[in-house]
């Protein structure tokens, strides 16, 4: 038996009692050591992921120890998208796309607890010695890394010449302008709601924060670049509204599908919308070494707690009573 940290209901988590799980053919165990909280695992937690089915434990976001074999004992940052590495995508590197996609802690059970089970084929292994928690930030870098660089294969100028707004202070929004800045982007500006948030992006020195509620808006058509890592029928109808003609909209965030996407402006102004999920295999290697090479700060938004303090950390962020952009859960052993 191991502990985890379950998704039981809507809303509702239980710490308990889980079998261990075994692997089978061309996979691996893994003593998990630091597990991330991604949106979508808040999104399941709301009940609006019908992907995510209770009883289930979530958490994809993970690094840990191999258990046995030629790799014991080596820690290993874990690329949750599973894929055929058959189909037309996933042969031109664009595995992200893949039909047959799969992803741990969405069908497959998940890293919230003491032991997780996955393919030998989704091991990275570090170039150098990195912290655990640290090494769990790849997957959400990744995500913000790919998005930036869907924009850079199609925009008409260097990045680090155009100003960015940035919708979403979160660990994406947050990872996105930190990625545009180690590439040299100086003009960024972060809208975010959450005064916990705020004033956390603000400490990293990176964007020019603003409440998009109450603060002044910037004149509409200002930046040549948005990226929308909300995903809400709001934040979709002001990137619509602050991309200027010619500019580029990049659609990160998920929370949902309602209106908000001004397309006949967006027809009218020539303005490029991209749709971004995931990351390739390149992304997470490239988000990994980013890590450790310290190109991203010093990652003092991110709080860690025990897994057996999970509950309280789910319930906290859905009340927004959470400063840090990310929070990583470690089993509590390998807490400290």
């Known amino acids: 038996m191991m502990k985890a940290l379950v998704y039981t209901d809507t809303q509702v988590m239980q710490y308990r009692d889980e079998p261990k799980p075994e692997p089978g053919p061309d996979e691996v165990l893994l003593k998990v ?20 089915v209770p009883p289930l434990i979530l958490g994809h976001e993970v690094s840990g120890y191999v258990v046995g074999g030629e790799l014991d004992g080596q820690l290993v940052v874990v690329n949750p998208l599973l894929t055929c590495g058959q189909c037309n995508h996933c042969l031109s590197g664009r595995t992200n796309l893949c039909a047959e996609r799969e992803l741990i802690g969405m069908y497959l059970a998940g890293a919230y607890a003491e032991y997780v089970v ?101 004149a509409p058509g200002a930046y040549d670049i948005v990226l929308d890592c909300v995903g809400s029928g709001a934040t979709r109808r002001m990137a619509s509204e602050q991309v200027m003609a010619g500019g580029i909209v990049s659609h990160v965030g998920l929370q949902n599908a309602d209106e908000g996407l001004d397309t006949r402006r967006l027809t009218l102004q020539e303005v490029t919308f991209l749709g971004n999920y995931c990351y390739t295999k390149q992304d997470m290697q490239a988000s990994l070494d980013m890590l450790i090479d310290g190109r991203l ?40």
């Open 33 to 52: 050591a630091a597990t991330a909280i991604c949106g979508s695992d808040m999104h399941a937690y709301h009940g609006l992921d019908e992907r995510r």
């Open 118 to 218: 996955v393919k030998r084929a989704s091991l990275i292994i570090p170039k150098q010695p990195i912290e655990p928690w640290i090494a769990s930030l790849t997957e959400p870098t990744a995500t913000a890394l790919h998005a930036i660089a869907q924009i850079e294969r199609i925009s008409y100028r260097p990045i680090s010449e155009q100003r960015v707004l940035v919708i979403g202070g979160g660990a994406i929004g947050l990872l996105a302008a930190l990625v545009l800045s180690a590439k040299g982007c100086l003009d960024i500006a972060l809208a975010e709601t959450n005064a916990l948030r705020r004033a956390t992006v603000e400490q990293q020195n990176v964007a020019q924060v603003f409440d998009p509620l109450s603060d002044s808006a910037p």
């Open 297 to 336: 700060g010093d990652l003092a938004w991110v709080e860690r707690r025990e897994l057996s303090s999970g509950i309280e950390a789910f319930s906290d962020l859905h009340h927004g009573r959470v400063a840090a952009a990310k929070i990583v859960l470690h089993p509590d052993a390998m807490f400290g």
